[in-house]
Each structure stands twice: as structure tokens, then as C-alpha cells.
């Protein structure tokens, strides 16, 4: 069992960076898939990042490749996702997710959010114009 807490959303400006943090309980951290997903009002959660367990796989949205990073901190149960030159599109609730399995599963599911078994509660991210 994994709980998830998001942390550091906010008000930004166009052009602007913030970092979102997602901490995580249980021992077992190191040994999720980590995703990062957004969503706004009336639109499906849509994939925005993602780490394996290991940390030697990542992936991330084409809207957001070039501007995002994700990283992960295995001893202090963290995941983080960095974002710069954020636009106004970018606003959102960002939730994290964790997933345990192969790394075949996560190559093939990683942009799925049914795939993921624990989420957190989100966080608001708001990029003015």
C-alpha cells in the first residue's frame, strides 16, 4: 500500500517554473512506476510524465517534452516534476500515481492512468497570462 501527498502548486506566470512534489509512504517506494497527470474541468486526466522504478526509463507528453522533468529521490520517498517556460495551457490539477510492476508493463501502460493503482489528491497549477 502506497499513499501519495502532492505539494508546491500554485499561481505562476507565463514563462514562469514551479516544482510539484508527491511524497510517498511505505517502505517500498523505490520499487514503483511513478506517473504525473493532469486534468482540468470537464476533460479526461491526461498523461504528463513518467519514471520507472529504477529511474532508467522516462517518459513525457509532447506538450510537455523539452519543459518538464521528472525525478525521483528514493530516500526520501519523492518524486518531484519540474516545470519550466510553463504557459497558460499548462493550468491543471496535477496528481501523481504509482504503479507496481514488470518493466515491460510500464514501457507499454505508462500513459494510462487505469493502470496506476494509488493516487494522490492533487494539486492546483495555475500559469497566468
Known amino acids: 500500500q502506497v499513499q501519495l501527498v502532492e505539494s508546491g502548486g500554485g499561481l505562476v506566470q507565463a514563462g514562469g517554473s514551479l516544482r510539484v512534489s508527491c511524497a510517498a509512504s511505505g517502505r517500498t517506494f523505490s520499487s514503483y512506476h511513478m506517473g504525473w497527470f493532469r486534468q482540468t474541468a470537464g476533460k479526461e486526466r491526461e498523461f504528463v510524465a513518467a519514471?520507472?522504478?529504477?529511474?532508467?526509463?522516462?517518459y513525457y507528453a509532447d506538450s510537455v517534452k523539452g519543459r518538464f522533468t521528472i525525478s525521483r529521490d528514493n530516500a526520501k520517498n519523492t518524486v518531484y516534476l519540474q516545470m519550466n517556460s510553463l504557459k497558460p495551457e499548462d493550468t491543471a490539477v496535477y496528481y501523481c500515481?504509482?504503479?507496481?510492476?514488470?518493466?515491460?508493463?510500464?514501457?507499454?501502460?505508462?500513459?494510462?492512468?487505469?493502470?496506476?493503482?494509488?493516487w494522490g489528491q492533487g494539486t492546483q497549477v495555475t500559469v497566468s497570462s
Open positions: 519514471l520507472s522504478w529504477s529511474g532508467g526509463t522516462t
Open positions: 500515481a504509482a504503479a507496481h510492476s514488470t518493466e515491460s508493463y510500464y514501457r507499454t501502460y505508462y500513459s494510462s492512468p487505469s493502470w496506476y493503482s494509488y
